[in-house]
């Protein structure tokens, strides 16, 4: 599981691993299967709505000491165009291809997804005449 934090403390547990730091953007990855992790999950667990057990992500970073990235919509379009990109790129996905994967839906049409997105978000911020 990871999480994208703007701040977290000093120390974080044996059980996080920060994966990348940038100036506003902290990626960390937590291993889900460890005990104490798990432990910690039991602590928080709660009656998210009638019928419904979790934890709350924002019990979690609280209890890691971690202030949660909101980034806004349009970096997160932004972001997830380059690692479809990526993926497009790399040499295991073309494997997969000449190997015959061929689902329903592929790059391209997350690309475009994408793309009508930006559109979208990029008409909504043109003022109104």
């Given amino acids: 599981m990871k999480l994208y934090a703007k701040t977290i403390p000093q120390t974080l547990p044996n059980w996080a691993t920060v994966v990348t730091q940038s100036a506003d953007l902290i990626e960390i990855e937590i291993n889900d299967d460890h005990p104490n992790f798990q432990s910690l999950l039991e602590e928080l667990e709660t009656e998210i709505e009638p019928g419904t057990i979790g934890v709350k992500a924002e019990d979690l970073c609280s209890r890691l000491g971690i202030?949660?990235?909101?980034?806004?919509?349009?970096?997160?379009?932004?972001?997830?165009?380059?690692?479809?990109?990526?993926i497009a790129w790399h040499p295991d996905y073309?494997?997969?291809?000449?190997e015959g994967y061929s689902p329903d839906l592929n790059i391209?049409?997350?690309?475009?997804?994408?793309?009508?997105?930006?559109w979208e978000l990029e008409r909504n911020r043109e003022p109104y005449a």
């Fill in 108 to 118: 391209a049409d997350a690309q475009t997804a994408l793309t009508y997105l930006q």
């Fill in 94 to 98: 073309k494997q997969l291809l000449d």
């Fill in 67 to 86: 202030e949660m990235s909101n980034p806004s919509l349009h970096r997160l379009v932004e972001q997830s165009q380059t690692l479809i990109s990526l």
